[in-house]
């Protein structure tokens, strides 16, 4: 079936430096890659998505690249702070637009120490 | 501010009772779904709903059933628990009128089977 795999499991960074995880994902009609972050005993919320038809998006120090050809996006964090860390989940759609569900990665635990 | 709930914010059961999991939205969203998560799995999808009349099987629903009572509620039910569903579980809508793309997660219901 389809699958998301997801890299790093676990990620260590010093607070200022960069965090880049990545996804790969199997279905070659996915058209919607969505990030969530999941901070300790919360509960997962949207940070930024990417659409197919667009190679990179970006918001402030997080961006989202995606390559349609390799079948794989990433999530870049720039300029790390304590708040960034928590566990961050990559998901990729399947299904026909309108009845689309999602596809989860197995998620990374981001730890940004000061 | 509109929201998702869930009941029983945790729930400790004995191996083969039947455990009911509910959810509520606020949103207006129609469409509705239940994932479990588990450590190192990530978010994996039980059921979902693109409507009242409408229910769909997920990657995971064996030993698992749903019912969507209205648009605004949708249940998990366990009907008879064992040890390895011991985990976290999320309810989460869409809202087909805004792409039914983003998924809006609930606060999550801990159940631990013994």
């Known amino acids: 079936g389809e699958n998301v795999e997801q890299h790093p499991s676990t990620l260590s960074v010093q607070e200022g430096d960069s965090a880049v995880i990545k996804c790969t994902y199997s279905?070659?009609?996915?058209?919607?890659f969505p990030w969530y972050k999941q901070e300790l005993g919360k509960r997962p919320q949207l940070i930024i998505d990417?659409?197919?038809?667009?190679g990179e998006k970006k918001d402030q120090r997080i961006a989202v690249t995606l390559n349609k050809t390799a079948k794989h996006f990433s999530l870049h964090i720039t300029e790390t702070q304590p708040e960034d860390s928590a566990v961050y989940f990559c998901?990729?759609?399947?299904?026909?637009?309108?009845?689309?569900?999602?596809?989860f990665g197995t998620g990374t635990r981001l730890l940004v120490s000061p | 501010d509109a929201d998702v709930t869930q009941t029983p914010r945790n729930r400790i059961t004995k191996t083969g009772k039947r455990i009911m999991l509910e959810c509520s939205q606020t949103k207006g969203h129609d469409r509705m779904y239940w994932y479990r998560q588990d450590p190192g799995l990530g978010l994996r999808l039980i059921y979902y709903s693109f409507d009242v009349k409408d229910i769909n099987k997920g990657e995971i629903s064996d030993g698992y059933s749903v019912s969507r009572q209205a648009q605004a509620k949708f249940s998990l039910s366990l009907e008879s628990a064992i040890p390895n569903q011991t985990a976290l579980y999320f309810c989460?809508?869409?809202?087909?009128?805004?792409?039914?793309?983003?998924?809006?997660f609930g606060p999550g219901t801990r159940l631990t089977v013994l």
């Open positions: 998901a990729a759609s399947i299904g026909n637009t309108g009845f689309q569900k999602l596809v």
């Open positions: 279905d070659s009609a996915s058209n919607y």
């Open positions: 989460a809508t869409s809202d087909l009128r805004a792409g039914g793309r983003e998924q809006f």
């Open positions: 990417i659409r197919s038809n667009v």
